[in-house]
């Protein structure tokens, strides 16, 4: 079966760094490719980039290229998402999801999201 | 502002027929990429529910399919009941952006 585990939410101050995880399960982790996805409260899904496992090759959306970095670590099978200065404007659900059919296929599998929240 | 254009809620009474629109350009539906469907339950992570325009994943009901014409494709959900109150979201591949776009989101409400 495969499977997507997020690791747990987590409450950050402005300006503290995060980096949170994915980790697959039940497939060749290295045979494709990886996306993060932001749900702000309330609000619609936002595609944040993806990455090729095999090789970390990344590709951005214009609207988080320089905000996030999207990295993996093949060895263990899990993806990350970085934040080096968080910004209230970051609370959202994050959610990891296996594309299928290449770059420009559908999310079959996703993790269950990890809750960010960022307060003073 | 969202690269594929939904209508933001519809609705419809238990066993009618509802359809939820996806509107996108000449950079991604136009351009012959596929469109997917996804229902989200609340609190709950997308689920796809359509693939390549018309076909269901194993375990999602023929009440669901989809289709497309033109720029657009479309969700429709027969014999609704209350367990498809939801929000949907479509998504595609765009070549300007190079990257995959969602649509904003339809709030499906069974009255």
């Known amino acids: 079966e495969v499977q997507l585990v997020q690791s747990g939410a987590e409450v950050k101050k402005p300006g503290e760094s995060l980096r949170i995880s994915c980790k697959g399960s039940?497939?060749?982790?290295?045979?494709?490719?990886i996306s993060w996805v932001r749900q702000m409260p309330g609000k619609g899904l936002e595609w944040m980039g993806r990455?090729?496992?095999?090789?970390?090759?990344?590709n951005y959306s214009p609207s988080f290229q320089g905000h996030v970095t999207i990295s993996a670590d093949k060895s263990i099978s899990t993806a990350y998402l970085q934040w080096s200065s968080l910004k209230a404007s970051d609370t959202a659900m994050y959610y990891c999801?296996?594309?299928?059919?290449?770059?420009?296929?559908?999310?079959?599998?996703w993790g269950q999201g990890t809750l960010v929240t960022v307060s003073s | 502002q969202s690269v594929l254009t939904q209508p933001p809620s519809v609705s419809g009474a238990p066993g009618q027929r509802v359809t939820i629109s996806c509107t996108g350009s000449?950079?991604?539906?136009?351009?012959?990429?596929?469109v997917h469907w996804y229902q989200q339950l609340p609190g709950t992570a997308p689920k796809l529910l359509i693939y390549?325009?018309?076909n269901r994943p194993s375990g999602v009901p023929d009440r669901f399919s989809g289709s497309k014409s033109g720029t657009s494709a479309s969700l429709a959900i027969t014999g609704l009941q209350a367990e498809d109150e939801a929000d949907y979201y479509c998504?595609?591949?765009?070549?300007?952006?190079?990257?995959?776009?969602f649509g904003g989101g339809t709030k499906l409400t069974v009255l």
């Open positions: 999801a296996r594309l299928t059919l290449g770059t420009t296929g559908y999310f079959q599998h």
């Open positions: 039940g497939y060749s982790f290295t045979s494709y490719w």
């Open positions: 990455i090729d496992p095999s090789d970390s090759y990344t």
């Open positions: 000449s950079s991604n539906i136009g351009a012959g990429y596929d």
């Open positions: 390549g325009y018309s």
């Open positions: 998504q595609s591949y765009d070549s300007r952006l190079s990257g995959s776009v």
